[in-house]
């Protein structure tokens, strides 16, 4: 209790803080003005996939978006990708030369991936994470922040959630083996919020939207197929609403152990590849997907009717997710051209284990000690009366939600799979640890740090972004 009402005082203090010491700051901002541009470039691979795009879905295509924002006196940018992952190799040339293009620290920069496991095609095996070279998508971010620099307007900013009940806990117990497996769980842990940062003109067309969900885009893996699944899709049907004059940027949330709840067409595609009967009912995802993916069984080719239904599904889901982010651009009210932009960043470190045993999940795991902890980037970017909590690594939902919670700044938002590649695997919350899913067998975290290290990590930073400025700080100006 004691702990508790600590952490409120704290809170409150802070708040007040912000409010005595931004007046003068938000008066300033007030004749500057914010501005905001974006944009987006395509990024499709070229090859040969097993299931050639038909040309009729939007998740089809795949994009780099963009959003630059100004205030006067420095500059932020978030970019989302439509790929699997953004690695050292990608996201450290790249943040330097986007720091540079803009003139602003690295700590105003946000990449995120919308991890798409279909965003290049993977075929048969073996099967590794399917990756975009590293040139062309640096090339590509670039290209696109330099793009929306270009596009800078007058613009106020708001922001909103909303729900959406398309994710479900994915960390369950079969009913059959009465082991740990990879199915849906409705009542394990899940944040359905949909967080959406808006960018309009002064007069209330929209500029941009910056969306923040936690589910693991997985209907197209292993299927063949180029999709930039339901992000993608959702980005598209969203734009297209508004006659593709904004961008929509989507970034993952804490779905570490979050999938999608409706899996069939996927399921059902992947049974067409492995010669598994269809009958219209849904299939464990687990049973279906481990003989293609451990290549156990020959790949046949992929039935084009059930090709077609799931790709109309990912369509779908897209629209469904994308009318609840409408909905919510719709009642936003409160909008200003005083926004603050102000960024941070820290390393949490957190001891480290090695697996000595084998076995994708069912089974207790065997470790000893690693020498090389694990290493995980957290970052905070404050656009006014938001924090865009960052961080590099794949989180459970229940530490995404204590983040939230415990941050002392009311619109939080966590952002994965960002500016880097944490070297921990996934990263669960500690009552998770008792579950033998290929998540927590494969983590290299031991319990115990990395959950209350984050949540300690978000509230530190947002912290520093509430106290009273002492002069320019990192990310305060250019």
Not at 52 to 68: C, D, Q, T, W
Not at 289 to 297: K, M, N, Q, Y
Not at 316 to 342: D, F, P, Y
Not at 433 to 440: D, I, K, S
Request: aromatic content about 6%; charged content about 20%; hydrophobic content about 40%.
């Amino acid at each position: 209790m004691e702990v508790v009402l600590e952490r409120t005082l704290w809170n409150l203090a802070l708040a007040l803080a912000l409010s005595l010491s931004s007046s003068a700051w938000a008066l300033a901002a007030e004749r500057v003005g914010l501005r905001a541009g974006a944009a987006r470039v395509e990024v499709t691979p070229v090859g040969d996939p097993a299931y050639p795009a038909s040309g009729r879905y939007a998740h089809e295509r795949l994009y780099v978006r963009a959003i630059v924002l100004d205030n006067g006196s420095t500059r932020a940018a978030l970019v989302g990708a439509d790929l699997g992952g953004l690695g050292d190799d990608v996201v450290t040339p790249a943040l330097q030369q986007v720091s540079a293009e803009l003139g602003c620290p690295q700590e105003n920069v946000i990449l995120s991936a919308t991890h798409s496991h279909s965003a290049v095609p993977s075929g048969p095996p073996p099967i590794g994470f399917p990756r975009q070279p590293a040139g062309p998508t640096i090339a590509a971010i670039v290209d696109a922040v330099r793009q929306a620099k270009a596009r800078l307007q007058p613009a106020v900013a708001g922001f909103g959630t909303g729900l959406s009940y398309l994710n479900v806990s994915r960390d369950a117990v079969s009913e059959e083996t009465h082991l740990w497996t990879q199915a849906a769980n409705p009542s394990g842990p899940s944040d359905k919020t949909v967080a959406v940062l808006q960018l309009d003109t002064p007069e209330g067309a929209p500029i941009a939207a910056y969306v923040n969900y936690a589910m693991h885009p997985v209907n197209g893996y292993l299927v063949g197929l180029t999709s930039a699944d339901v992000p993608g899709a959702m980005c598209r049907y969203v734009e297209q609403q508004f006659d593709d004059k904004p961008v929509v940027v989507f970034s993952q949330g804490a779905s570490g152990d979050q999938n999608p709840l409706y899996l069939r067409p996927s399921t059902n595609a992947l049974a067409s590849l492995g010669g598994t009967r269809i009958t219209g009912f849904e299939l464990v995802r687990e049973a279906i997907e481990a003989p293609l993916r451990e290549g156990r069984v020959a790949r046949r080719p992929l039935d084009p009717k059930v090709a077609d239904t799931l790709e109309r599904w990912i369509e779908s889901e897209g629209q469904l997710l994308g009318e609840e982010v409408i909905r919510v651009m719709t009642h936003i009210t409160r909008r200003t051209a005083a926004v603050r932009l102000w960024g941070a960043q820290k390393t949490l470190t957190c001891p480290a284990r090695r697996r000595t045993n084998a076995g994708r999940e069912g089974s207790p795991g065997t470790y000893e000690d690693s020498d090389e902890p694990v290493r995980i980037r957290l970052g905070v970017l404050g656009i006014g009366d938001t924090a865009l909590a960052s961080i590099d690594a794949e989180v459970y939902s229940a530490i995404g939600q204590r983040a939230k919670r415990e941050s002392p700044l009311a619109n939080t938002v966590l952002v994965t799979l960002a500016n880097g590649r944490a070297n921990s695997g996934y990263v669960p919350d500690d009552a998770s640890f008792g579950a033998y899913t290929f998540q927590v067998l494969g983590s290299r975290l031991k319990p115990g740090c990395a959950e209350q290290g984050i949540a300690d990590g978000v509230a530190d930073l947002v912290g520093q972004y509430l106290a009273p400025p002492a002069g320019p700080g990192p990310g305060s100006s250019r």
